[in-house]
């Protein structure tokens, strides 16, 4: 399977559906992160059967044939901290495989690690290009919806990490978006909305004697000395085929220092771009805070802060920003669902050094730890059933970029039974 694709969605327990059972409607994305934030989806399956590419929103954002949405974290460095995969429904283990090798960098007949799982009535989900080593379940398993499987890697056919979804229903693959491609009914009790216009998933300055062969493959600074080049780089989602980046530079004084543009295409059967620049300031340059905006075709979609010092001794390193938190949950009840905690606070300029964030999740039930995770991904999730009736369930989130801590946040609820309004404790 090709790498190109991300995605992450959230938990809303109800169902409005009459056709289809709910015991086979997704309510989260099996993979930790947020979407449109450190995922977005990029390949979906390829709803035309004929030798046409169609996807679900009648765009071409897949390729012939492909059979599973690709989802995948922002690079290697998110991959070796780990992104959770999990169980996307109630089901038994059927197949798996592990011991492969997890970091491919092109395509090519290699086998990958996986897990495969049955959830009845002829439906499979399968999920592919696991990291070596993570499989955590065995055939045999009987698994709850939001139990961790595995983690993201790059195994098989594979050329960056990315995890294979597949939707299986008797022996045929599923798009399970509904849209303007795809005439089947949606397998989500609630289809998160496809958001339009270009979208930067991440964004990163970067040394710039550093040789970028890859997506994140770089020493990633948000300080520089004064007078010297800077550099940096982007993931975006939903791009034209060809645009124009505008980036302007801003002074501390709000004053424009310089702009610089470039058009770029990519290839037509993916939504994902990323790209690097450099530019060098002059003696002109002051020392303090800085700005960048980026557009793309004259839409402003990053402002981003660097600085310029005077002195080497400046360049120090600073703690990821704060957080902010929620459980989502639209409707229903945490007891009858796997709860997902995730992080609301933008993901672009979590760490004023850009340093790849990690966070580590800590769950508990009625004061007792019953899940810790440090995870590259804005999200996480508790396997369903853990959480009865009238229980305190907290989550602690502590984000890091491996040498600082920042400061945590914490998020709880109870869950009462019948109550018109559950109770909120602490933040969302």
Same mark, same amino acid.
């Given at each position: 399977?090709?790498?190109?694709?991300?995605?992450?969605?959230?938990?809303?327990?109800?169902?409005?559906?009459?056709?289809?059972?709910?015991?086979?409607?997704?309510?989260?994305?099996?993979?930790?992160?947020?979407?449109?934030?450190?995922?977005?989806?990029?390949? @979906?399956?390829?709803?035309?059967?004929?030798?046409?590419?169609?996807? @679900?929103?009648?765009?071409?954002?897949?390729?012939?044939?492909?059979? /599973?949405?690709?989802? /995948?974290?922002?690079?290697?460095?998110?991959?070796?901290? %780990?992104?959770?995969?999990?169980?996307?429904?109630? %089901?038994?283990?059927?197949?798996?495989?592990?011991?492969?090798?997890?970091?491919?960098?092109?395509?090519?007949?290699?086998?990958?690690?996986?897990?495969?799982?049955?959830?009845?009535?002829?439906?499979?989900?399968?999920?592919?290009?696991?990291?070596?080593?993570?499989?955590?379940?065995?055939?045999?398993?009987?698994?709850?919806?939001?139990?961790?499987?595995?983690?993201?890697?790059?195994?098989?056919?594979?050329?960056?990490?990315?995890?294979?979804?597949?939707?299986?229903? !008797?022996?045929?693959?599923?798009?399970?978006?509904?849209?303007?491609?795809?005439? =089947?009914?949606?397998? @989500?009790?609630?289809?998160?909305?496809?958001?339009?216009?270009?979208?930067?998933?991440?964004?990163?300055?970067?040394?710039?004697?550093?040789?970028?062969?890859?997506?994140?493959?770089?020493?990633?600074?948000?300080?520089?000395?004064?007078? &010297?080049?800077?550099?940096?780089?982007?993931?975006?989602?939903?791009?034209?085929?060809?645009?124009?980046?505008?980036?302007?530079?801003?002074?501390?004084?709000?004053?424009?220092?310089?702009?610089?543009?470039?058009?770029?295409?990519?290839?037509? =059967?993916?939504?994902?771009? @990323?790209?690097?620049?450099?530019?060098?300031?002059?003696?002109?340059?002051?020392?303090?805070?800085?700005?960048?905006?980026?557009?793309?075709?004259?839409?402003?979609?990053?402002?981003?802060?660097?600085?310029?010092?005077?002195?080497?001794?400046?360049?120090?390193?600073?703690?990821?920003?704060?957080?902010?938190?929620?459980?989502?949950?639209?409707?229903?009840?945490?007891?009858?669902?796997?709860?997902?905690?995730?992080?609301?606070?933008?993901?672009?300029?979590?760490?004023?050094?850009?340093?790849?964030?990690?966070?580590?999740?800590?769950?508990?039930? !009625?004061?007792?730890?019953?899940? &810790?995770?440090?995870? /590259?991904?804005?999200?996480?999730?508790?396997?369903?059933?853990?959480?009865?009736?009238?229980?305190?369930?907290?989550?602690?989130?502590?984000?890091?970029?491996?040498?600082?801590?920042?400061?945590?946040?914490?998020?709880?609820?109870?869950?009462?039974?019948?109550?018109?309004?559950?109770?909120?404790?602490? /933040?969302?």
């Amino acid at each position: 399977m090709r790498f190109y694709s991300v995605v992450t969605m959230f938990l809303i327990c109800a169902s409005a559906h009459a056709a289809v059972p709910q015991s086979k409607l997704l309510r989260f994305f099996p993979q930790s992160g947020v979407l449109w934030q450190d995922l977005a989806p990029i390949n @979906w399956v390829d709803v035309d059967s004929s030798s046409g590419v169609r996807d @679900w929103n009648g765009t071409q954002y897949t390729y012939n044939g492909h059979d /599973a949405v690709d989802m /995948a974290p922002l690079g290697f460095a998110e991959m070796d901290i %780990g992104v959770p995969v999990f169980a996307a429904l109630d %089901g038994i283990v059927i197949d798996t495989h592990d011991g492969e090798y997890d970091r491919n960098t092109t395509l090519g007949a290699r086998p990958a690690n996986y897990v495969v799982i049955a959830h009845g009535d002829g439906l499979y989900t399968r999920y592919y290009h696991l990291r070596k080593g993570s499989v955590a379940v065995k055939a045999g398993d009987a698994v709850p919806e939001g139990r961790q499987i595995g983690l993201v890697g790059s195994s098989g056919n594979s050329n960056f990490p990315h995890l294979d979804f597949a939707y299986i229903e !008797n022996d045929k693959a599923l798009e399970t978006f509904h849209g303007a491609g795809n005439a =089947l009914e949606s397998r @989500w009790v609630s289809q998160p909305a496809m958001p339009t216009g270009p979208i930067i998933t991440d964004f990163a300055f970067f040394d710039p004697t550093d040789n970028v062969i890859l997506p994140n493959d770089f020493r990633r600074t948000g300080t520089f000395l004064k007078n &010297t080049m800077i550099a940096w780089m982007y993931h975006g989602v939903n791009f034209p085929r060809s645009y124009t980046a505008h980036f302007t530079f801003i002074r501390p004084d709000g004053t424009t220092a310089a702009t610089y543009s470039d058009t770029a295409t990519f290839d037509p =059967l993916n939504s994902y771009t @990323w790209d690097a620049w450099d530019y060098t300031f002059f003696d002109a340059t002051p020392v303090g805070t800085w700005k960048i905006q980026m557009r793309v075709d004259g839409v402003l979609v990053l402002e981003a802060p660097f600085a310029f010092v005077s002195n080497q001794v400046y360049i120090v390193n600073r703690p990821p920003r704060a957080i902010t938190a929620e459980f989502r949950l639209a409707t229903g009840s945490i007891a009858t669902c796997a709860p997902v905690c995730a992080i609301t606070s933008p993901h672009l300029c979590d760490d004023y050094d850009y340093g790849t964030v990690r966070y580590t999740y800590l769950w508990k039930i !009625n004061g007792k730890t019953v899940r &810790t995770v440090i995870s /590259a991904g804005m999200s996480d999730v508790l396997p369903k059933g853990l959480v009865k009736y009238n229980d305190k369930l907290e989550c602690v989130i502590t984000p890091s970029d491996g040498v600082m801590d920042g400061a945590p946040t914490t998020i709880s609820r109870i869950e009462k039974k019948n109550a018109a309004e559950p109770g909120w404790l602490g /933040a969302r």
